[in-house]
């Protein structure tokens, strides 16, 4: 039985891919990215065939039949080469290397693993690592950036590099339904993800997979202690629990596994792994963080339109905020309604006070004035409202002078008025004269098309 991978996928993780492409419009860059690769004709493999063992029939035939079997289970011809590394960690990976005569599909598997893992639990890992390449994970991998002089982990900008890392969390997922219909069996696909993980062996772990998901189950209220218990592996209790959802559903019997009646429908199953991941968002759980998140967004809100104008440079930098030091979305604490803004920030300002200290309250001021700087200017409008949140936190005028001298000394007014004046009258400009460009030509091509119709030859 063939597989539908795109039935299989984690709806997250489509929806992701989506996103990426559609709004960054990747696929170009991409392209440029690969062709760049073929050009430069050389890459992984070299090392890999230096470094590994290429597992081939004569050289390792367990290996080779359980690649055979998984790509025969799989509906997929055996196109990719596996490869052994030497290591004391049980861990696989999978990359794809674009040359110019063809593309090559890389699975290398450390020889840990290979010692270590019974046949079932190397099919999961097998199974796994070409399910990233039958998804294109390893195509987005191109949007990683190699230059070291980069601070940023992508080429994307910072809403596009934090839609990417969380991605890549829901790939995992994906990849791991793959090795779940290629090892057959979640216990055994659980220990293998677990060995992987941990790298240790039944001597030294009681692999009591039950345990480990009924973990979720407990502690699913509260977020912040699945934030603590498992800051190191912050996903593994979550693959679990995912994976043995997948285990009890329609997809995967469709998939060709054996599931126990009745199975569990393809939207309950997607609708309950989205909320496993909601538990890996990022949010502020520490209750003074969350105040300060929530005061920055309500007194930011009144800030902007206090002055009756908001520019884009003061919404870009309450957003930018917003999602660099609390939350993967920002959008969501931003209220639009000035008088629901109002009423809440006291609640917030009241947390702020009873939970933070100084540095709480100063960053919370300094990033209030970024906010009113964005634009170019200070207005007096602007200042009343730092001030007036100043004395609610009860800062004294002295010490609130300062933040926002510093602050605004240590980012500059982020905007120049004068230059947006400029800008904005070349850009009327610049349209205008295409408007008329665009009517003579318009004009032209009438009188073109006309005249060969009058002519007599």
Not at 7 to 23: F, K, P
């Amino acid at each position: 039985m063939a597989v539908n991978w795109d039935e299989v996928r984690y709806r997250g993780d489509a929806q992701d891919v989506e996103e990426l492409t559609n709004t960054y419009r990747v696929a170009d860059y991409l392209d440029t990215v690969e062709e760049n690769r073929r050009q430069m004709d050389r890459g992984i493999r070299e090392k890999l065939i230096k470094h590994g063992i290429r597992l081939s029939d004569r050289i390792s035939p367990r290996i080779y039949r359980l690649f055979g079997e998984i790509c025969s289970r799989f509906g997929v011809e055996a196109q990719a080469e596996v490869f052994c590394l030497p290591s004391a960690e049980v861990n696989a990976f999978a990359t794809i290397d674009i040359r110019e005569e063809r593309t090559y599909s890389l699975i290398g598997v450390t020889s840990s693993a290979l010692e270590r893992l019974e046949d079932s639990e190397l099919r999961f890992i097998l199974g796994h690592e070409l399910g990233h390449i039958l998804f294109g994970n390893n195509r987005l991998d191109g949007l990683l950036s190699t230059n070291q002089q980069n601070p940023d982990i992508t080429v994307l900008p910072a809403f596009g590099e934090s839609l990417f890392l969380r991605w890549r969390k829901k790939a995992e997922i994906s990849s791991d339904r793959a090795g779940l219909i290629a090892g057959g069996d979640f216990r055994t696909s659980a220990t293998a993800l677990l060995k992987a993980t941990f790298g240790l062996s039944e001597r030294n772990l009681n692999l009591d997979v039950e345990a480990l998901v009924s973990q979720v189950d407990e502690i699913k209220g509260h977020p912040e202690m699945m934030a603590e218990a498992f800051a190191s592996h912050p996903l593994l209790p979550i693959r679990l629990k995912a994976l043995e959802l997948f285990s009890r559903s329609d997809k995967a019997r469709r998939s060709g596994m054996d599931v126990a009646e009745p199975p569990m429908t393809d939207a309950v199953l997607e609708d309950a792994v989205d909320e496993l991941v909601h538990l890996t968002r990022r949010y502020p759980y520490r209750p003074v963080e969350r105040a300060m998140m929530r005061v920055l967004a309500l007194g930011g809100a009144q800030l902007l339109g206090v002055d009756g104008e908001i520019s884009d440079e003061e919404v870009k930098i309450l957003i930018q905020i917003l999602h660099r030091y609390f939350t993967d979305e920002p959008e969501a604490e931003i209220v639009t309604d000035p008088a629901v803004a109002k009423a809440r920030l006291p609640e917030a300002v009241s947390v702020l006070n009873a939970e933070g200290d100084m540095t709480a309250k100063n960053f919370v001021l300094s990033r209030m004035t970024d906010i009113a700087l964005a634009d170019g200017a200070l207005m007096d409008a602007e200042s009343a409202v730092i001030f007036d949140l100043a004395h609610q936190l009860g800062l004294p005028d002295k010490v609130a002078y300062g933040i926002v001298i510093g602050a605004a000394q240590a980012v500059g007014f982020r905007s120049d008025v004068k230059l947006n004046r400029l800008s904005e009258e070349i850009r009327r400009n610049l349209q205008a004269g295409f408007r008329r460009a665009a009517g003579l030509n318009h004009t032209h091509q009438h009188t073109a098309s006309a005249e060969p119709l009058g002519l007599v030859w």
